[in-house]
């Protein structure tokens, strides 16, 4: 060893102590680790059995936990496919007993809120103030157990039974046997990896549930349809004889204790009763119905008003209507209508009237009868009819009274005067129609009128015989008037005989005057025959003629007009 | 535990060897015959005196005739105390079938008591089954030769096994 070596260990050799040291205990902590994983198992199972148990479980749980969460963290797929097996069965099961009784709810609630036996529980409820839920509980009841069979659930022997008192003894033991075959059967048939049982059964008013447990089963056979608290309630009792089983030191006399206790068949129709859940009652159902009712009472009262209306102004016009009786309105097939009455047949058509009060239903129909009406509209209508007057005859009828008045021709006011009386609806017959004159009438008056008037039409003259020029005026005007004094004379059925008449004043000599006259009188005639009057029926006035002695003493002549029958 | 005070018997056999004549003979039918086709078993009663005087009921399980104990027969195995093993006294190949049914029915239930029938007595004239062979098989468990059309013998059976059966 040098001085170097020398002096560096003096230097560092509590260094070196140190280090070897260190060095040492690396060694040691190196070999307890190596043997760890031998040492881990057995040092645990050391500590399960021994005092420390609940200390090191304390211990563990913090890290445990947080080792489970990394886990789950960073190996999710590894994680859920291990516990695949255990959550999938056990959510299923969860689930499936949430939705049965769920579902159970749920239709019991709809069958009831829905239908007349909901309504009137509701109203039950309403008026006896008991929650619905209550009333529904009441009426539901209608279940009632009849058997109750614990089964065990290897042998399928009966342990315990309990049965309604009324029913007929049966054999439980070959029944729960068969029972316990079927649901092997069914379970080893369509059951999945064994784990699905038998838990109920149908059979008209009958259900069986199964309540399955790992010792004993529970059958149950109700009649009616039970609710979903009856087999909550069922399961809480298998339940209980489980735990009676499986407690420590259990004698057979305390699970048969127990097992009594849990099938006491009034016991559990009592508790299934009483923890239904108490729903709050909604009324919004019973007042949807109250509000459709009296909406529907409304509308019914609306039309039924509108109607009578429409039937009441039907009734007023054809109430008003003359010759027609209304004798009924039948409106039982709404909106058709059928009219009874009596139609008189000089009655107006009542089918414009029909028609103007047609409806939905169409025009009201007609169902008629025949009859005579004493109206005297229609006794009007009547007589107008038969008599069929001319223009110039008015007709009345007054209170029965038909009354005539105007001018007719004598045929017409012949037959009237026969027909009138005897018309239906007249009781008496006013005529005041004068008879038509007839043409003949009218020319003979027209000729007897002219006749009348010819002598004032005169010619003045001045001595002599010729007529003063001014004077000639009167023959055209004669000849005017006696223009187709024929035809006149044709018609009025008569002879016309024309006669001029010369006239003289009182002075002068007889003879003298008598020429004059004469003469004055053929002046007068030829001037009417140069005027168109037919000399054949023109005479001169004679001084003999006996019917002219008596002339006025004027210088003047005339026309005298004679008529006379035909021969 | 609370024990029934019934007990569960089983009667197992091949098809044919007359199971269901000797149940229907001894036994209070409450099931149709259709479940033997259809469920493969029929469940029946019947009360039987014990040497003690104290009567006991059996619930006698029919099960349909069969070669094995499969998977649906073992579980209506289970829970038995009495195993009736039934073969046809004019089969032999019925007996081997019965003995085999009985060794695979105690690996189910290995406390139940057996007997075995051999029925159809009736017909003892074409027995396939030596007198030989029955003297050795009563050294091994009770062998009733029965007839289920006379009813000679299954009395005895059912009495000789409810007496056998476990406690």
């Known amino acids: 060893m040098n001085d170097l070596d020398r002096l560096r260990q003096i230097l560092l050799e509590e260094d070196r102590r140190a280090l070897a040291a260190a060095a040492q205990r690396l060694d040691v902590a190196e070999s307890r680790q190596h043997g760890l994983a031998e040492r881990l198992p057995q040092a645990l199972e050391a500590v399960q059995s021994g005092a420390q148990r609940e200390r090191f479980a304390r211990a563990m749980a913090a890290p445990v936990a947080s080792a489970l969460g990394n886990a789950v963290r960073g190996n999710r797929h590894l994680i859920i496919d291990a516990l695949f097996p255990i959550i999938g069965p056990t959510i299923r099961k969860a689930v499936g007993e949430a939705m049965r009784g769920l579902v159970a709810d749920i239709n019991q609630a709809l069958e009831s809120s829905f239908t007349l036996r909901g309504l009137a529980w509701r109203v039950e409820a309403w008026r006896s103030g008991v929650p619905y839920a209550e009333v529904v509980l009441k009426h539901t009841l209608a279940w009632q157990v009849d058997h109750l069979f614990l089964i065990e659930r290897a042998s399928g022997l009966v342990l315990h039974r309990a049965s309604a008192p009324e029913l007929p003894a049966l054999d439980a033991d070959a029944i729960a046997g068969m029972l316990t075959a079927i649901a092997d059967f069914v379970s080893d048939s369509v059951g999945r990896d064994g784990g699905d049982t038998l838990e109920s059964a149908r059979v008209g008013e009958h259900v069986l549930w199964l309540i399955q447990g790992p010792r004993a089963n529970l059958a149950c056979f109700i009649r009616g349809v039970p609710g979903s608290a009856l087999y909550a309630r069922l399961q809480e009792r298998l339940e209980r004889i489980h735990a009676a089983i499986d407690a420590d030191g259990a004698s057979g006399e305390l699970v048969a204790s127990a097992s009594a206790e849990a099938l006491d068949l009034a016991a559990l129709t009592r508790d299934a009763a009483t923890a239904e859940p108490r729903r709050r009652t909604a009324w919004w159902p019973l007042l949807l119905v109250i509000l459709a009712a009296v909406t529907a009472l409304a509308w019914h009262l609306l039309r039924d008003r509108s109607w009578e209306t429409r039937m009441d102004a039907l009734r007023t016009h054809l109430g008003a209507h003359p010759g027609f009786v209304l004798t009924g309105l039948d409106d039982t097939r709404r909106p058709a209508v059928v009219v009874h009455g009596l139609l008189d047949p000089d009655a107006a058509p009542l089918e414009p009237l029909l028609a103007a009060m047609r409806a939905a239903g169409g025009a009201p129909q007609l169902a008629v009868q025949g009859y005579l009406s004493a109206d005297d509209a229609i006794v009007l209508r009547r007589a107008r009819r038969l008599l069929a007057p001319p223009d110039s005859v008015r007709l009345t009828v007054s209170g029965g009274v038909l009354g005539l008045e105007g001018v007719a021709g004598s045929d017409w006011l012949d037959t009237a005067r026969l027909r009138a009386p005897m018309i239906a609806g007249v009781r008496e017959v006013r005529l005041e129609v004068a008879p038509a004159a007839t043409p003949a009438d009218v020319a003979r008056a027209e000729l007897e009128q002219l006749s009348r008037q010819l002598p004032e039409i005169k010619g003045v003259f001045e001595r002599g015989v010729a007529a003063v020029p001014a004077s000639e005026a009167f023959v055209d005007d004669l000849a005017e008037r006696l223009r187709g004094i024929e035809q006149r004379a044709a018609v009025a059925g008569v002879e016309v005989t024309l006669v001029a008449v010369g006239c003289n004043d009182a002075t002068g000599a007889d003879r003298t005057n008598a020429g004059l006259r004469e003469g004055r009188g053929a002046w007068l005639r030829s001037a009417l025959i140069e005027r168109g009057v037919p000399a054949a029926l023109i005479r001169v006035a004679g001084d003999t003629d006996p019917d002219f002695q008596d002339r006025p003493l004027e210088r003047s002549a005339y026309i005298h007009m004679a008529l006379s029958s035909r021969p | ?167």
């Open chain 2, 1 to 167: 535990m609370i024990r029934a005070t019934a007990r569960k018997i089983c009667m197992l056999g091949d098809f044919g060897v007359g199971k269901t004549s000797l149940v229907a003979r001894y036994v209070h039918g409450t099931f149709s015959e259709k479940y033997l086709t259809t469920v493969g078993v029929k469940v029946d009663t019947c009360e039987v005196a014990r040497p003690d005087g104290t009567d006991c009921k059996l619930v006698v399980w029919d099960m349909a005739g069969r070669n094995g104990v499969d998977t649906l027969a073992a579980s209506y195995l289970r829970g038995a105390s009495g195993l009736l093993m039934v073969a046809d006294g004019t089969r032999a190949a019925t007996l081997r079938t019965a003995l085999d049914l009985l060794m695979q029915a105690r690996a189910v239930v290995p406390e139940a008591a057996a007997v075995l029938m051999l029925n159809k007595l009736d017909l003892i004239e074409h027995w396939e089954i030596e007198p030989l062979t029955v003297a050795e098989l009563r050294n091994s468990l009770p062998v009733f030769e029965t007839s289920a059309l006379s009813g000679d013998g299954v009395a005895r059976a059912f009495a000789t096994l409810t007496a056998e059966l476990p406690a």
